[in-house]
């Protein structure tokens, strides 16, 4: 097992930054990857950005040039520095740890940002 607590969620208005952060626990080992979806309401699901163990990056393209996926090895830790938000990026962003036992998610921590 795998889990996951996800601290940084918050109220900022356009244009301004936040940082999320993601703690994973457990099966670390395990894990080959992790990444952050958000699901804002009404919408389905959406990866925004990935990185696996090796620190290859992949962002979804909404989101290129404004976010910053990183990972601390040492503390299992899985960060997302988000800059230039705009309002449509207001949505729960949840963790996930993709593992060779299964996939684990976070709790989910809220994201919004005034216009």
């Known amino acids: 097992q795998v889990h996951l607590v996800e601290s940084g969620g918050g109220l900022v208005q356009a244009g301004g930054s936040l940082r999320l952060s993601c703690a994973a626990s457990g099966s670390t080992f395990s894990i080959s990857a992790m990444g952050w979806h958000r699901q804002a309401p009404g919408k389905q699901r959406e990866l925004v950005a990935i990185?696996?163990?090796?620190?290859?990056?992949n962002y979804a393209d909404s989101v290129k040039g404004r976010f910053t996926i990183s990972m601390d090895n040492g503390k299992n830790t899985v960060y997302l520095q988000m800059n230039s938000l705009k309002p449509e990026d207001t949505a729960v962003y949840s963790c996930?740890?993709?593992?060779?036992?299964?996939?684990?998610w976070g709790q989910g921590t809220q994201v919004t940002v005034s216009s």
């Open positions: 990185i696996s163990s090796r620190g290859t990056t």
């Open positions: 996930i740890a993709y593992s060779t036992l299964s996939n684990f």
